[in-house]
C-alpha cells in the first residue's frame, strides 16, 4: 500500500514538473513570436522613415548649391564704368558753378549778373570775369566798370578791343603799330588785363575807384565814371 501510494506522488510530481517545462517552452515561444512581429512591423515603419527623412537629407546638400546658383543669376556686380575726363572736367566745373563766391551769389549768378551789363564783343564774357576776379580776390563789379569806362562794351565796344583783343586800356606794344598792347585771343586779353589789376594795384591795397584812379588814369573824371559804372552792374 505504501508502495502504491509512493509511486503516485512520484507521477503527480513528474506530471507537474512536465506542466511547468510545457509551460515555461509556451510562454518563451509567446515572447518570441511577439519580439518578430515588433521587428516585422517595425521593420516597415523605419523603412517608411528613410523614404521620407532621405528627400530632406538630399535637400539639404542641395541646398546651396542653389542658393549659390541664384546668387549667379539674379545678383550681378556692378562695375562702375570710368568717366572720361571730359566728363570729370564736366562735373568739377558744375560743382565751381554753384560754389557761393561773392556777396551770397554763386559763381553762375554772378557771372549772369555780369553778363546783363556786357555788350556787343564782350557778350557772354560774364563768366571770364568772374572767374578770374574771385580767383585772384578783385571785386568783380569795379573790374568789369573799369573795362566798361575804358573800351566801351556798354554799348559797343572800342577797335582797340576789336582788333587786338586790348580789354581795359592797357598800354604796350603789338596792338597795329600802337602804344597799346595786342593778344591773340579775346580770353588772353582778358586774362591779361585782370592779373595786370591784381598786380600793380589790389596786390598793392588799392582795391577801390578812387585809390586805382590816379595811378590808373591821368583824368580828374576817371573815378566818377567808373564808380557809375559800378552802379549800373549791382543794378542790373
Not at 53 to 68: L, N, R
Not at 96 to 108: G, S
Not at 109 to 115: C, I, R, S, V
Not at 167 to 183: D, I, R, T, W
Amino acid at each position: 500500500m505504501n508502495m502504491i501510494k509512493t509511486k503516485s506522488v512520484k507521477a503527480v510530481i513528474m506530471a507537474i514538473t512536465i506542466l511547468s517545462l510545457v509551460a515555461t517552452m509556451y510562454g518563451k515561444t509567446v515572447l518570441a513570436l511577439k519580439e518578430n512581429r515588433y521587428i516585422s512591423e517595425n521593420k516597415f515603419a523605419l523603412v517608411e522613415n528613410v523614404e521620407t527623412i532621405e528627400p530632406v537629407k538630399t535637400a539639404k546638400k542641395e541646398a546651396p548649391k542653389t542658393t549659390e546658383k541664384a546668387l549667379n543669376i539674379e545678383i550681378k556686380p556692378v562695375v562702375a564704368e570710368a568717366k572720361s575726363e571730359e566728363d570729370l572736367q564736366k562735373e568739377a566745373l558744375e560743382a565751381k558753378m554753384n560754389e557761393v563766391v561773392f556777396e551770397d551769389m554763386t559763381l553762375r549768378e554772378l557771372a549772369d549778373k555780369l553778363d546783363r551789363s556786357l555788350n556787343d564783343t564782350l557778350q557772354g564774357q560774364g563768366y571770364t570775369f568772374a572767374s578770374l576776379a574771385t580767383d585772384l580776390g578783385i571785386n568783380p563789379y569795379l573790374a568789369v566798370a573799369i573795362v566798361l569806362h575804358e573800351t566801351g562794351c556798354k554799348w559797343q565796344c572800342s577797335s582797340l578791343l576789336k582788333k587786338c583783343n586790348n580789354v581795359g586800356g592797357m598800354k604796350g606794344e603789338g596792338c597795329e603799330g600802337s602804344s597799346y598792347a595786342g593778344f591773340a585771343t579775346l580770353e588772353e586779353g582778358i586774362s591779361r588785363y585782370m592779373h595786370n589789376l591784381y598786380n600793380n594795384y589790389v596786390s598793392k591795397g588799392l582795391t577801390t575807384a578812387e585809390a586805382i584812379g590816379p595811378k590808373y588814369a591821368a583824368s580828374p573824371t576817371w573815378t566818377a565814371q567808373v564808380n557809375t559804372y559800378i552802379n549800373e552792374i549791382k543794378a542790373a
